[in-house]
Structures are given as structure tokens and as C-alpha cells.
């Protein structure tokens, strides 16, 4: 396999060294719309310039604020926007391509120096979030680089772990810790409602799973944060995916196809006609096997693996009523395991001993209706419903080859969200944002686990019902000055169930020293309910102990400077510090417990809101933005995650890495050979960090009763050791009449380095043996769009 793919990459390198031959010039329709950043506004008589051609081409939008530019030269290319009253905005290397059109959404700022004829120099702010009332912590990503960073494939998960104090969780997943937090303190947001965790082979109560559901045909720019929300955020304790749907063409029918060791994938968009308005759909359909990759040699285990998803969003334009949009996204995926009777393989692999069940099913439907009233309210309004279902059965084999079931949980939610956000801009120096949502949940949850000592299978979970949370939030920026912008608001959430609330005041305070340089402190208190299943855990007689659990809840604060240097260079330091309080720990016992180190699932514990814990660090973001076909992120960060059992003793936590870093870049060439115009990419990441902490296995007690058995007064001493990871990537597409073909090679692990996950005690060598994770995985795919 190896030898395979040194000489596919030798074929593509030689590709990229051709020499450059006749020219046919491809061209492709460039469009999109121009809005107010605010309260999204169509500006009408814009002026878009695309500056790098000559002679220099430009349109003005219509009276909908969009623009159309036909017959654009496919390639990279820069577009200077500028309308009377805001501030100019320039967008650098916008891809296009001959397959489909290029269809944008560029949002202005209004500028407060209108009263003078200001000269003000464009530049690239791609580092801003679309969101203005983030000032710290969060920026925008766009799915072009989903597709570019290397072992991405196409997942925001697996791409956001190259910023700055993001980690990968394993191999395996794209579970991501942010801030030395637990992976369930992250929320999921689309189109301005809180979502299920949005990933494949998912677990209850964790945000990531195998790979996402999303397909990056759908995904618009969005916005990720990491500490320090703004007030409309809520029920999140380390970070937000602010998740964005694009439309589809709304002109004419586009498709993509692909195909890989991933699966099946097709898109399909074009114009929805009703009436006199013309709307537009977006669909795709995917399909996987992952068995393919065990055909090529990849050591991926002997469980048999499978998803397939769907996705679509429908814009139906409404005229004086506004527009409605039906979005939604279906995701099924399984793992199962037979198991091997036969001791003497268990000796080689423990893991054959055991048979399994995995499934997670997840769905989202949505109908959203936005409508501009006037020049500066916009209103949106969302009704979703959503759902999962999520079965674990473990069994493991006896020394008679009898099975005996050693967990078995089956857990089943929905929800009917409704939401209402209000945003109103009195002038360019202030602006009310407002809203309310509520969540109508319904579950069904049984758990049962194995108990050694009674030596029977125990019920910890068996309960059926319905809950409802409510929040609201407001929040009010003011411009002080050109220099100067105050964020100020508050968010309250109040839970029906046990009626216990969590009212959190957030603001933020920004001062730019120039146009490229700026200094902002932001303060946030921020709460999270308990994964729903914990707060029906039995106790004795069938008791639910936990029931009435509070939020946990913790104070951020974050100082960040932010510096944009020539030549699309920016620079970002930031120290942040973080206190958790009211955090669940065990409640009748004094022990090292605690939600904050739990990684997924419902844990059958009795708690109580008595712990604590603690998050400081710096970070620095060191990036080039897509220039020349080069760009560059350097990321890095120092921190400790600490926290505080019932015994009242400080501990360091199970993610406190200590550090983490990533180095991600890349170069594209492009040429023109043969009427045909390409592309040759070569991509690199680089992943370095410490090792996650676990409790010293007890050789002694695990020898006695014949499995691991850990010393949790020590928990967490142990550090696993560091971590460290060189994917990288090669992308070869090539621009024909009206088609884009693009041949993919991801490899993931590229050195097969054996990087460790876990230790446990092997009962039939009586020693400590190591899980590790992801060998080398060759990823190659080809996409057609036309």
C-alpha cells in the first residue's frame, strides 16, 4: 500500500512540473449580494470591482443588492467593495471555477465618519466573525478551507482543531477540547437555533463523533468561538460552532458529484419557481462504507462500519412578507462486531473478546422566516424539530464462550425549538439585538452496566418524559467612537424540570489603535445544563437523586490583541482565564470525581453541585490568509485545566495537555497546458501536544480481580505521552468548458506514527499494555461539479 502511494504522488508531482503549454482562457459567472452587516439590508448602488483584472471589470447591485459579473477568467481573483456611508471591504483570492458560478455574500459596515470625505484604505479582514457582537475569542471559517487543510475532509470538527487552543480528542473522532473544557461544553448552532450534536457514530452527552453530517455543499461562511460569548449565545461552557447554510443557484441547475474511499457523494441545486418569485434548493446525499478502506490495506479493525446522510436548504423568497427558508439534515451510521470465540486470539487482542452494537441517528428539520422592516429592523423567526436515537450493547465473551452483557443503553430525544430574534440599528452607533427561545424536549432513556461486585447486570436508567427549557437575551453594542465599541447584554436560562435558572451578564469593550491593530477585553458568565440522562440517574428505591441539579456555570475572561500586517499577515495573542463553579461531583462520598472529566455518556454517579475548576492560559495565532495561491496558520498554546472533587482537593484535570499546537500551510500552482487550465496543491499539517491524563492503573487490585482497575486517589497524575502528527494533502483540479474535476489525496498519519490513547492491564500477560491510535489513512476521492 505504501509503495502505491509514493508512486501516485510521484505521478502528481510530476503532473505539477509539467511544462506550460497553449492557452484557452475558461471563463465563469462571479454574482452575490451586498448587504448591511446589522440588520442585513440589501445595499442598492453598491460598486464591486474585480481589481486584478485589465481592464478592470465592476457592476453595481440592483434594487435586492445583488451584482452579477459574467464571462470572470476562472482562478483566483480580489473584489473591492464600497457603498457611500460604510467602510470599503476587499475579498482576496475568490476562487472560480468553470464547473459552477461563484455566488457570494458580502456584508458592510456602516461607517460613523460620514460627514466627511474619508479616504480609508482597503484591507482584507478575513479574521472578523460574521457575528459583530463577537469582540473576543471567535472567527470566521469558510468552506474552502474545510476542503484545503489537510485531514480535514470536508468536517469543521477535524478543521477547527488547527486554531489556536483546539485539540484533537482521538484519532478516531472529531471530537475536539477547547481550553483544556470537556468536549460537552460545546454547542451546535444552525441557521439561529441550537442543534444535536451534527456527526456521525456519535455518543449522548458529547459534541463530536466519526465524521459530520454537514456536507460542505451546503456550509456557508460561519463563525467559530472559543470563550467569552456574546449574550445570544447560551446552555455552552467552552465554545460555539455558529453554523451558516448557503442558498442554492437560484438561475440555473448545478451538480456535484464524488467518489472515494468515503463513499458516495451528490449535490444537486437550481431555482425553485412560485409565483412571480423565484427561490432556489440545495440537496445532497451521501453514502459510505468504510469497509473500502480495509480493502487497501488499512488496519481500521474488523467491525463492520456504515453511514449515509442527508442535507438540503430551500430559500422561497416571499416579496413584502420577507423570506422563508426550509433547511434540514437526516444522518444514520452503525458499528457492529461479532467478536471471536477463541481465547488464544483474545491474548493478541483484547478487543476480539467482546461483541458490539453501535448506532446514532440524528435529524434536523427546520423553517426560518426573515423579514426587513424598514431600514434598520430585522427580524428572524425559526421553528425546528430534532431528534436522536442512540443504542450501545456490549457484550463479553466468558472463558466457556457464553456471552454476558456488559453494558446496554439505549437513549432516545427529540425537541421542537422556537426562536425569535429581534435586531434593531437606531443609528451607526447603536444597535439592539434581542430574543427568546424555548425547547420542548421529549426522551426515553434506559441504561443498564455490569456489576462485578453483585455480580448481575444493574439498571441505572430507565425513565420516559418531557422537559422544557426557555432563554432570552438581549444585548447593545455602542460605537463610542471610530476607535472605541462597547458590547454589553445578558443571557437567562430557566430550566421547567427542577426550575432552576442561570441569569449571565456578558460584555466586551474594544479600542483600534489603527485600522490594523486593535485591544479588546471581554467578560462572560456562562451556564450549561447537565447532559439530560444524568438528571435521571436512580438511586436507591428507584430514587432520582439528581433531578435537581443546577447549570454548571463558569466566569470567562479573555484580553486579546489582534495586528494585521502587509502582505495579508495577521497576529493574535490572547490570555484567557476561566472559573467553574457549581459543578457536579459525587454527592454521599469524598473522592477526585467530576463532570468536568467526563468524556461522553450518562455517568451513573449520584451528584451534587459542589465542585469547582479552573482554566488559564495564552495563546498566539501566527497566520497568512490564501495569497498568490500561499497561505499559513501557526497556532499555539500554554495552559493548565485544573479542577475540585468532593474531597476538596486540586487536581489537574483529564485534558490538561499542558500544550498544544498545530502548524497548518499550503501553495497551489496553477497553470494553463492543452486548452485546459489546473490547479496542483500540496497541503501539510503538523499537530504537536501533550498527552491527555489518566489515574495509574493499580497492578495489584487489577491482578486480584482479573481486569484494569485504576487508583483514583491519584486521579489523573499520570500523563500519557505527547502527541504528535503530520497529515498531509494533494489536490489536482483542472477547469474544462462548464466542468471542474478535482483529484484528492489526503494522508492522514502520514510518518504511521503509533500515537497513544490509553493504557490497560492485559489480565493474560499480567502487564500494562497500550491502546494507540489511527495508523496511516489514505484518503483519495474525485469530484466532478458542472
Known amino acids: 500500500m505504501l509503495q502505491t502511494t509514493r508512486i501516485f504522488l510521484l505521478t502528481l508531482l510530476g503532473v505539477g512540473l509539467a511544462a506550460i503549454g497553449r492557452t484557452q482562457q475558461f471563463t465563469q459567472t462571479l454574482k452575490g449580494t451586498v448587504l448591511d452587516k446589522s440588520v442585513k439590508t440589501p445595499l442598492i448602488g453598491a460598486t464591486v470591482v474585480l481589481t486584478d483584472l485589465e481592464p478592470v471589470a465592476g457592476a453595481t447591485t440592483d434594487m435586492d443588492g445583488r451584482f452579477r459579473l459574467p464571462a470572470v477568467p476562472v482562478g483566483k481573483h480580489n473584489l473591492r467593495i ?376 444493574v439498571e441505572q436508567l430507565n425513565k420516559s418524559g418531557s422537559a422544557t427549557s426557555l432563554d432570552a437575551f438581549a444585548q447593545w453594542q455602542y460605537r463610542i467612537s471610530e476607535r472605541m465599541t462597547l458590547n454589553a447584554g445578558a443571557h437567562g436560562i430557566y430550566f421547567f424540570l427542577n426550575n432552576t435558572r442561570s441569569i449571565e451578564p456578558r460584555a466586551a469593550v474594544k479600542y483600534a489603535f489603527s485600522d490594523r491593530q486593535s485591544v479588546s477585553l471581554g467578560y462572560g458568565l456562562h451556564g450549561q445544563m447537565q447532559p439530560l440522562g444524568v438528571y435521571f440517574i436512580e438511586g436507591e428505591n428507584g430514587a432520582q437523586p439528581n433531578r435537581n441539579l443546577g447549570f454548571t456555570r463558569a466566569h470567562h475572561l479573555v484580553l486579546s490583541y489582534d495586528r494585521s500586517l502587509p502582505g495579508n499577515w495577521h497576529i493574535k495573542p490572547e490570555l484567557y482565564y476561566q472559573s467553574l463553579f457549581d459543578v457536579p461531583v459525587s454527592r454521599d462520598t469524598s473522592d477526585s470525581f467530576s463532570m468536568l472529566n467526563v468524556f461522553e455518556g450518562f455517568p451513573g454517579e449520584i451528584v451534587a453541585n459542589r465542585g469547582s475548576g479552573r482554566k488559564y492560559g495564552v495563546e498566539l495565532t501566527d497566520e497568512k490568509f490564501l495569497t498568490n495561491g500561499f497561505y499559513f496558520l501557526l497556532s499555539g498554546s500554554l495552559f493548565r485545566s485544573e479542577y475540585r472533587g468532593s474531597d476538596a482537593v486540586w487536581r489537574k484535570s483529564r485534558y490538561n495537555t499542558n500544550f498544544v499546537s498545530s502548524l497548518v500551510s499550503g501553495k497551489e500552482w496553477a497553470w494553463e497546458r492543452n486548452g485546459k487550465n489546473r490547479a496542483f496543491g500540496i497541503n501539510m499539517k503538523l499537530t504537536w501536544m501533550g498527552g491527555y491524563r489518566e489515574s495509574p492503573i493499580d497492578l495489584v487490585a487489577s491482578a486480584e480481580q482479573g481486569k484494569t482497575v485504576r487508583d483514583e486517589s491519584r486521579a489523573f497524575e499520570e500523563q500519557l505521552p505527547g502527541y504528535f502528527r503530520l497529515d498531509t494533502g494533494f489536490r489536482l483540479k483542472r477547469n474544462y468548458e462548464r466542468l471542474t474535476t478535482t483529484l484528492s489525496l489526503d494522508i492522514q498519519n502520514t510518518t504511521n506514527r503509533e500515537n497513544i490513547i490509553g493504557r490497560y492491564y492485559d489480565d493474560k500477560s499480567g502487564a500494562i499494555k497500550y491502546y494507540y491510535q489511527s495508523p496511516l489513512i489514505p484518503i483519495l476521492s474525485y469530484r466532478v461539479e458542472f
Open 82 to 457: 464600497t457603498y457611500l456611508g460604510y467602510k470599503e471591504a476587499v475579498l482576496s483570492s475568490i476562487t472560480v471555477n468553470s464547473g459552477k458560478e461563484t455566488d457570494l455574500v458580502i456584508e458592510l459596515e456602516e461607517d460613523l465618519l460620514t460627514t466627511k470625505e474619508v479616504v480609508v484604505t482597503a484591507r482584507v479582514e478575513k479574521q472578523k466573525p460574521l457575528n459583530e457582537l463577537s469582540a473576543v475569542s471567535a472567527r470566521t471559517f469558510s468552506v474552502e478551507e474545510t476542503q484545503r487543510f489537510a485531514a480535514a475532509v470536508n468536517d469543521p470538527g477535524r478543521m477547527a482543531s488547527a486554531y489556536a487552543g483546539v485539540a484533537v480528542a482521538s484519532d478516531g473522532n472529531n471530537t475536539i477540547v477547547i481550553r483544556g473544557n470537556a468536549p460537552n461544553g460545546l454547542l451546535w448552532r444552525m441557521e439561529g437555533v441550537d442543534i444535536p450534536n451534527p456527526n456521525h457514530f456519535s455518543a449522548v452527552g458529547t459534541s463530536g463523533g466519526g465524521i459530520s453530517i454537514l456536507s460542505a455543499q451546503l456550509l456557508s461562511n460561519s463563525d467559530f468561538i472559543t470563550g467569552a460569548f456574546a449574550a445570544e449565545y447560551g446552555n455552552a461552557l467552552s465554545g460555539v460552532f455558529d453554523l451558516k447554510l448557503r442558498k442554492g443557484n437560484a438561475e440555473k441547475r448545478e451538480y456535484t458529484f464524488q467518489a472515494g474511499v468515503l463513499g458516495l457523494d451528490a449535490a444537486m441545486e437550481g431555482p425553485v419557481r412560485l409565483g412571480n418569485q423565484t427561490g432556489s434548493y440545495l440537496v445532497n446525499y451521501r453514502y459510505s462504507t468504510l469497509s473500502v478502506l480495509s480493502k487497501l490495506g488499512v488496519n481500521i479493525g474488523d467491525a463492520q462500519t456504515n453511514f449515509q446522510d442527508l442535507s438540503f436548504n430551500v430559500w422561497l423568497p416571499a416579496g413584502k412578507w420577507g423570506q422563508f427558508t426550509l433547511f434540514g439534515l437526516g444522518g444514520l451510521s452503525g458499528q457492529t462486531y461479532a467478536g471471536v470465540a477463541d481465547s488464544l486470539l483474545w491474548k493478541e487482542e483484547v478487543d476480539k473478546q467482546y461483541s458490539w452494537d453501535f448506532r446514532a441517528h440524528t435529524g434536523v428539520l427546520g423553517l426560518t422566516h426573515s423579514i426587513v422592516w424598514g431600514d434598520n429592523t430585522f427580524l428572524k423567526t425559526v421553528v425546528a424539530a430534532s431528534g436522536t436515537r442512540n443504542g450501545d450493547r456490549e457484550d463479553e465473551f466468558q472463558d466457556d464462550y457464553a456471552l454476558r452483557r456488559q453494558f446496554d443503553g439505549q437513549h432516545r430525544q427529540s425537541k421542537i425549538t422556537a426562536s425569535s430574534v429581534l435586531t434593531h440599528k437606531f443609528s451607526a452607533r447603536n444597535l439592539l439585538r434581542a430574543g427568546v427561545y424555548a425547547n420542548f424536549m421529549r426522551f426515553r432513556f434506559t441504561q443498564s452496566e455490569w456489576d462485578d461486585d453483585a455480580e448481575r447486570l
